[in-house]
């Protein structure tokens, strides 16, 4: 199993990569793959085209109603991997699931802790798990994103951003959360890098795995809200963003 997790600030595009990377996968290695929506935003979903299931917020919440009353005498362990596997959504070309957002309040410590058991048991299914995370830095200190081969950090090419992914790389290195190998990626990119940007990515000893166009074609999904897969296939963004996998994941 691979894991292949895509970080970064918000507005940089990162969910429209790791959709690229999920069809990539699809089109070029023919395994399974699973794709995590692990953002409380949920947008991975409705780029992906799929009706997401039960979310993992949604069994916090049921577990924390319920204490100890759970049916048929069943311990939490096995309540959770029931729900667990009635929330994963089943398509042709990958399967999802969603972490979502706990309706109570309180902070994501256990839907994260949930999340994490279900990735370390449900993702040893799969040839690939590809982990869309929430923007910033708080999957790596929740130590949500952990054992991964890839994490691919999106940043627009601004200085600005820049220095926000090395933050991120930073903080995955102090807290060790096992990450193999980090990779920066600028999208939305036009004609070159600025100098000053360059210089950015060699101050904070970033690994610049490429560069992705601004595109036309994402942008009108963007504006109607119709799901990215289906519009992946004639994108100039697309055909880029494969040539780099192609060189991170060989067959």
Known sequence: MKVIAVAGKGGTGKTTLAVMIVRWLRDNRSKAILAVDADPATNFADMLGVQSGETIGSVREEMKARGS????????????EYKTQTGVVETPDF????????????????????????????G????????????GMEHLSRRTTRDVDHLLVASLPTVTAVRTAGKICRVADELAVGIK??????????????????????????????SIPEDDRLLSWDMTGAPLWPSLEDSEAYGIMGGLLEELIPE
């Not at 009353?69 to 959770?80: E, V």
């Not at 109570?104 to 058991?117: I, K, V």
């Not at 999208?187 to 000053?196: K, L, Q, S, T, V």
């Open 69 to 80: 009353d759970l049916p048929g005498g069943m311990t939490k362990q096995r309540f959770l």
């Open 95 to 122: 399967d999802l699931i969603v972490m979502g957002r706990p309706e109570g309040p309180g902070c994501y410590c256990y839907a994260n802790n949930l999340l994490r058991d279900i990735l370390d048991t449900l």
């Open 124 to 135: 040893k299914n799969y040839d690939y798990v590809v982990i869309d995370n929430e923007a």
């Open 181 to 210: 190998g980090k990779f920066l990626i600028l999208n939305r990119m036009i004609g070159e890098p600025p100098e000053a940007v360059t210089q950015a990515i060699e101050a904070d000893s970033l690994q610049l795995l490429g």
